[in-house]
């Protein structure tokens, strides 16, 4: 069964400092892994996605990795920002090309202080 | 990537009354997605929608509860029937973003059944 883990469930940071939220997955086959921050009573909005043969991205102060040999991906925020405070959710699809079916997790809550 | 307009933004309905969500995209796009996001959970598929044909149900969700439209390629709405408390979730349409690989969403539906 493809399944999507993340942790931690939440979190809650002071403003200005990093955090890193983990993802793990079980989703093969494996086709690319995004990650989504959703902001309390919007839609989820796209920060990066990444195929099998990338294993870093950038957006502004995230960074997204992923490590495809051991099912594992990681969001890092720099410097963060009161803005920032959204669940961040971690999607998978599996299967090549065309349309697809993914695999949400259930998020991680990011709540940060001044 | 597409913009995709939903409405209501929210709502509050009685028990056993329907409600109609809308989705108007800005640009033509084959399969639109309608999910449910109950409070503390992931993204649940409800059901694809592809504009000419019936749309295609996940398990656990049937047409006589969700009934879906899909007159266009730009449009697309979801009737939650005979609501029940239990039916209190965000509803949120999604598109694929073509040569992006990724998911645009809408902005979500918050339903509240009393």
């Known amino acids: 069964k493809n399944q999507v883990e993340q942790s931690p469930q939440s979190l809650i940071i002071l403003e200005g400092k990093n955090c890193t939220l983990q993802c793990n997955y079980t989703v093969s086959p494996f086709s690319n892994l995004r990650w989504y921050k959703q902001d309390t009573g919007r839609g989820p909005v796209s920060l990066t996605i990444m195929t099998f043969s990338e294993n870093t991205k950038s957006n502004g102060r995230y960074t997204a990795t992923l490590d495809a040999d051991t099912k594992q991906s990681s969001l890092h925020i720099t410097a963060s920002q009161l803005s920032d405070s959204a669940s961040y959710i971690c999607?998978?699809?599996?299967?090549?090309?065309?349309?697809?079916?993914?695999?949400f997790g259930r998020g991680t809550s990011l709540i940060v202080h001044p | 990537s597409a913009v995709i307009s939903q409405k209501p933004s929210r709502d509050i309905c009685q028990r056993g009354t329907s409600l109609t969500i809308q989705c108007q995209v800005d640009?033509?796009?084959?399969?639109m997605f309608w999910y449910r996001q109950q409070p503390g959970q992931s993204l649940t598929l409800i059901a694809t929608a592809n504009q000419g044909s019936e749309a295609t149900y996940e398990s656990g969700f049937v047409i006589d509860k969700f009934p879906i439209s899909r007159p266009n390629l730009t449009f697309s709405t979801l009737t939650v029937s005979n609501m029940s408390p239990e039916d209190s979730s965000i509803y949120l349409c999604?598109?694929?973003?073509?040569?992006?690989?990724?998911?645009?969403f809408g902005s979500g539906t918050r339903l509240t059944v009393v």
């Open positions: 999607v998978v699809s599996g299967r090549p090309g065309g349309s697809y079916i993914p695999t």
């Open positions: 999604s598109v694929e973003g073509g040569g992006s690989r990724s998911y645009t």
């Open positions: 640009s033509q796009v084959t399969m």
